[in-house]
């Protein structure tokens, strides 16, 4: 399973950006889906944004509440994010993980990431 990340880029302070990830593969079934974050600066680790469930089921990091909302496109098996009232602070890159059932075993994949840079 190969997951691409796309719509990162700079934007000012209280703009928005839309953050899409796209999952591609053959003979897989996804399950979880899930943005993380990781901020700039030595000894940072990813941290969770928000999840969404494969029945749409979502959960969301106190620091973006009532700001993004994420959504997925099973059809597609493409998830977005869309963030509003951005601020310095959501700079990072942001990742894209899915846990994915390949040939009736559950493994979890990571995209190569976005960057989001939100000057003040």
């Known amino acids: 399973v190969q997951l691409v990340e796309s719509g990162g880029g700079l934007v000012q302070a209280g703009g928005s950006l839309r953050l899409s990830c796209a999952a591609s593969?053959?003979?897989?079934?996804?399950?979880?889906m899930g943005w993380y974050r990781q901020a700039p600066g030595p000894g940072n680790q990813r941290e969770l944004v928000a999840t969404i469930t494969s029945g749409g089921a979502t959960n969301y990091a106190d620091s973006v509440k009532g700001r993004s909302t994420i959504s997925r496109d099973n059809a597609k098996n493409t998830m977005y994010l869309q963030m509003n009232s951005l601020k310095p602070e959501d700079t990072g890159v942001y990742y894209c993980?899915?846990?994915?059932?390949?040939?009736?075993?559950?493994?979890?994949?990571w995209g190569q990431g976005t960057q989001v840079t939100v000057s003040s």
């Open positions: 593969g053959s003979r897989f079934s996804i399950n979880f």
């Open positions: 993980k899915t846990e994915a059932i390949v040939s009736g075993k559950g493994y979890q994949y």
